[in-house]
């Protein structure tokens, strides 16, 4: 008979390691999480309340009469009081208006309204939200395509995305293109008012185009996107603009880009969006005169994640999973480079496409400007 009476551990009753590997939760970090997301459950709340406020006229109406009461508004905006009470209530829980009680009126800053209103102001944001709010709408479809590898083309795309894209960028296009960003380019601006041959690839409604051709009337400006819609949509901004002697826009892919001689081709937050940047980047390169410049804008980005991790970042990292890389993915070879590609990402395209000069010579806290030359 064994006379050992050593205690014997049995693997459910060892802690030890189980112990010593299990994090140890701060509760304090642990709230301050839950309520910083839900400060973003009501901001992502708050993009559809914006929208609904640029569109029902509700920002104007409150810069045109100032401080008012949710009754006043909706009467003046012919809107149901309800609707206009509680949107009035979000706004000031988040800070876009301010309450008095004392009054029972609503005010919307000067500041704010300038953001919200002011549509020629590089500061102006509806379109962005606008953006946000249709990219979110087709989130189904986004779930469907991260399962199965495929992607969802731009086209497919609620109208908010392509309208709302226009509205967000054409403010910044307006305030830097002809006063920066064509003079940062080495001799482009003396060229384009000599007259010059432009193409403007992948120009969606046409805001860029047509600013060029109203700045330079002199030169001959084309307009290229496979969207027939939004090429529509530019053929109609042209005519109103009364550019249309000198602009014209067609429907082609940046991968089968008619014509040839172009001075200058041009592409604004496009390239990432592209299945194969590399064979546009070589079209560019067939279609560009030996002296010709491609002027690429996109988004304002560094090289590593770790440059990226600030609010610019990261909401165009969230573009960049629920809109630009399935768009990228929808179409042949699907490179996927993201919203947040970098510069040096962008020189590899255009290295591998013969291009032999490569500068980055602007920037705003949305866009990068690069100068790529033969």
């Known amino acids: 008979m064994s006379t050992d009476t050593r205690p014997t551990t049995s693997p459910t009753t060892d802690t030890s390691t ?6 140890s939760i701060d509760m304090d970090t642990l709230m301050a999480f839950v309520f910083r997301a839900v400060d973003e459950a009501g901001a992502t709340l708050n993009a559809a309340l914006v929208v609904l406020g640029d ?22 905006t012919g809107t149901a009081e309800p609707y206009a009470r509680e949107w009035l209530n979000a706004q000031a829980a988040g800070q876009y208006v ?11 800053p000067p500041e704010q309204a300038i953001a919200l209103t ?12 606008q953006i946000v709010l249709g990219t979110v709408h087709d989130m189904d479809h986004i779930l469907a395509a991260a399962r199965n590898g495929a992607g969802f083309g731009w086209h497919e795309h ?8 226009e509205r967000f960028f054409r403010p910044s296009y307006n305030a830097h293109l002809v006063a920066e960003w064509l003079p940062a380019l080495d001799g482009v601006v003396e060229r384009l008012e000599a007259g010059a041959l432009v193409a403007d ?6 805001a860029s185009t047509v600013l060029m051709a109203q700045a330079f009337p002199e030169s001959t400006f084309i307009g290229y996107d496979y969207h027939p819609e939004s090429i529509a949509t530019a053929r109609q901004r042209a005519a109103d603009a009364g550019v249309s002697d000198r602009v014209s826009f067609e429907v082609a892919s940046a991968n089968d880009l008619p014509g040839s001689g172009f001075t200058l081709v041009t592409m604004f937050d496009c390239l990432h969006d592209m299945g194969d940047p590399v064979g546009a980047a070589q079209q560019v390169r067939g279609a560009l005169t030996a002296d010709g410049t491609w002027m690429v804008v996109e988004p304002m980005s560094g090289d590593h994640v770790e440059d990226n991790l600030n609010p610019v970042g990261r909401a165009y990292y969230g573009f960049s999973t629920l809109l630009c890389t399935p768009a990228s993915l929808s179409q042949d070879v699907g490179l996927a480079l993201g919203t947040q590609a970098g510069p040096a990402k962008i020189r590899d395209v255009a290295t591998a496409a013969g291009f032999t000069r490569f500068a980055s010579v602007a920037q705003t806290p949305f866009n990068r400007v690069l100068e790529i030359r033969p």
């Open 201 to 206: 690839v992948g120009c969606g409604h046409g």
């Open 118 to 129: 002011v549509e020629d102001s590089p500061a102006f944001l509806p379109g962005l939200f």
């Open 158 to 165: 609620v109208s908010d995305v392509h309208v709302g894209c």
């Open 55 to 76: 569109k029902l006229g509700y920002y104007k109406d409150l810069v045109a009469h100032g401080p008012t009461t949710p009754a006043e508004l909706a009467e003046r």
């Open 18 to 23: 189980t112990a010593s590997t299990e994090p």
């Open 98 to 108: 301010t309450y008095d009680p004392a009054t029972v009126r609503y005010t919307l």
